[in-house]
């Protein structure tokens, strides 16, 4: 199973809700990762975990929560959230966070009113 | 730090015909990965092919080859025999082989249409 799955498809919240993103991976996978997209760009890496523990925050804005409860499950925090914040949500995982092969899920895709 | 060049943002080809995408790159370091990523309008990233910069063999995956030139610092991808589902956007991306934290580096990417 070379899946990591990703809930919801599809997400419209307002500026002042509050709502979670939740990744999953069965994998056995050690290494999660959340990224950002915005229409015909790269993705932008957002956060980092490494067996559970925050490894890397690339100077997210603090509107934007991670939690990793457990190695399998990667979830993303949201509260007061900004228009310009609407892109593809990615969650990809790697065995480990030095190996290369990251496997990526369908994402979530945000729109903030 | 590490850059990836994409220049051309579309390429269209006619099915059952090739492709090659163009893709360069900068780097000080001598050992790393490079990869190209296919993301179709359904939206889930795949890898399509990987290449580790110590093996001058060209990596190949069915249809998918790369020309992997090192001193050019040159990584493109030739599509053979291209299909309807080769449509999407592909990115090239750099990825370290040393610490713990080294990051996949993505370029721009290039939206291929594949012609009927």
């Known amino acids: 199973d070379t899946e990591v799955t990703q809930t919801p498809k599809h997400l419209v919240m307002g500026m002042t809700n509050k709502k979670s993103l939740k990744c999953e991976q069965h994998?056995?996978?050690?290494?999660m990762y959340w990224y950002k997209q915005k229409a015909k760009k790269p993705p932008e890496l957002m956060f980092v975990?490494?067996?559970?523990?925050?490894?890397i925050n690339e100077s997210v804005p603090s509107r934007f929560s991670p939690e990793c409860p457990n190695s399998s499950l990667l979830n993303l925090h949201l509260h007061a959230l900004q228009p310009e914040d609407s892109a593809l949500y990615l969650c990809a995982s790697s065995q480990f966070v030095s190996h290369y092969e990251q496997y990526f899920g369908p994402g979530t895709r945000l729109t903030v009113t | 730090a590490q850059t990836v060049t994409q220049s051309q943002p579309e390429m269209s080809v006619q099915e059952a015909e090739t492709v090659t995408l163009s893709c360069t790159y900068d780097t000080s370091e001598s050992d790393y990965y490079l990869f190209w990523y296919k993301q179709p309008p359904s939206r889930q990233m795949i890898l399509v092919i990987r290449q580790e910069a110590y093996k001058q063999q060209n990596a190949t995956e069915n249809r998918f080859s790369v020309n992997f030139q090192k001193a050019a610092k040159s990584f493109s991808l030739k599509i053979s025999d291209s299909q309807l589902g080769d449509a999407a956007m592909y990115f090239c991306a750099y990825r370290s082989t040393t610490g713990a934290n080294s990051k996949l580096t993505f370029g721009k990417g290039i939206t291929l249409s594949v012609r009927p």
């Open positions: 994998m056995g996978h050690r290494a």
């Open positions: 975990y490494s067996y559970e523990k925050l490894s």
